[in-house]
C-alpha cells in the first residue's frame, strides 16, 4: 500500500487535465512565435506590394496622355525646288549623275546607309558630281508608338529643304547619326529642332517645324512612291537605275557614281 507521501508526491506531479479551448489557444501562440511563419507573412507582404505597383503602373500608362495624331489631310504646299514626284533636291542641276535615295527617318536600314555614305553623298553634291533627290517618306509612323515620327522627321526635313536648302544635307546626316531605335517614341519636336539647329538651320526655319505645313505633301509622296513600285527603303538610283551593290559599306556607292559621271 502506498503511503501517504507517495500519494501526494502522485498529485503533484500529475498534469492537471487542459481544456480544449486551452490547446487552442497554445497552439495559436505557438504557431505565432515559431520562425517558420515568417516567410509565408513575408511573401505575402511582398506580394501584395507588387500587385499595387502592377496596378498603379497599369493606371498611370492609362491616364498617360496620347499624343494628339497629325492630319494628313489640309492644302498640298509643296516644297521650294521638289520634283513632281516627290523628291527634295540637292546640288547643281546640271551635275553629271543624278542620285535618287528614297528613306524612312525610322528606317533602321536607312540609317545604316546614311551613316555610311552620308558624308561621301554631301562630297560629291558639293563637288558638282552629284545631284542628289531624296524622297522622305513616311510609312514608319507605327513603329514609333503613335507619335507619328516619321512623318513630323519628313515635314522637317521638306521644312528645311525649302527654307534652308543649303543645310538639308547636314540636317539630314544628323537625324541619322542621332536616329532613334524602330518602336520607340522617336524624338521629340524640340529634339529635332535642336538637331537642325545644330547643323546650321536658323531658328525662324525650326520654328516653323510645329507648323506641320508640308504633312499633307508627304503623305502624297510616300503614296506616289510605293504606287510607283517601290519595295522598301533604303532604294537608291543612278540615273535611274536602281544600284544593287552594298549599300552598308562605304566605297561602293561612290565608285558606282564615279563610273556613271565619266
Not at 122 to 132: E, I, Y
Not at 207 to 216: I, K, M, S, Y
Not at 238 to 254: E, H, M, N, R, S
Request: hydrophobic share 40%; glycine share 10%; with cysteine.
Amino acid at each position: 500500500m502506498a503511503s501517504p507521501a507517495g500519494k501526494w508526491v502522485n498529485r503533484v506531479g500529475k498534469k492537471p487535465a487542459e481544456s480544449a479551448e486551452m490547446r487552442k489557444g497554445k497552439a495559436a501562440i505557438a504557431g505565432a512565435r515559431s520562425p517558420a511563419r515568417w516567410p509565408l507573412i513575408v511573401g505575402g507582404v511582398v506580394i501584395v506590394g507588387l500587385l499595387v505597383a502592377i496596378v498603379a503602373t497599369l493606371v498611370v500608362s492609362a491616364n498617360k496622355e496620347k499624343p494628339e495624331p497629325i492630319s494628313t489631310s489640309g492644302p498640298m504646299v509643296v516644297p521650294t525646288g521638289a520634283t513632281t514626284g516627290g523628291a527634295l533636291v540637292s546640288g547643281k542641276a546640271d551635275a553629271p549623275v543624278r542620285l535618287e535615295v528614297y528613306l524612312d527617318y525610322m528606317c533602321p536600314y536607312c540609317g545604316q546607309f546614311e551613316r555610311a555614305n552620308g558624308e561621301e553623298i554631301a562630297r560629291l553634291v558639293g563637288a558638282g558630281t552629284v545631284r542628289l533627290e531624296t524622297y522622305p517618306l513616311a510609312f514608319l509612323d507605327e513603329a514609333s508608338s503613335g507619335t507619328q515620327y516619321s512623318t513630323r522627321a519628313a515635314n522637317a526635313a521638306a521644312t528645311v529643304s525649302d527654307r534652308a536648302a543649303d543645310k538639308f544635307i547636314a540636317f539630314n546626316n544628323s537625324l541619322f547619326a542621332h536616329q532613334p531605335a524602330e518602336g520607340g517614341e522617336g524624338l521629340t519636336d524640340d529634339a529635332i529642332a535642336s538637331l537642325a539647329r545644330d547643323a546650321g538651320v536658323p531658328a525662324e526655319v525650326t520654328d516653323a517645324f510645329g507648323d506641320r505645313t508640308f504633312v499633307p505633301w508627304v503623305a502624297d509622296s510616300t503614296k506616289k512612291a510605293f504606287a510607283g513600285g517601290l519595295q522598301g527603303t533604303p532604294t537608291v538610283k543612278i540615273d535611274g537605275v536602281q544600284f544593287t551593290g552594298d549599300l552598308y559599306k562605304a566605297g561602293p556607292l561612290t565608285e558606282a557614281i564615279n563610273q556613271a559621271a565619266k
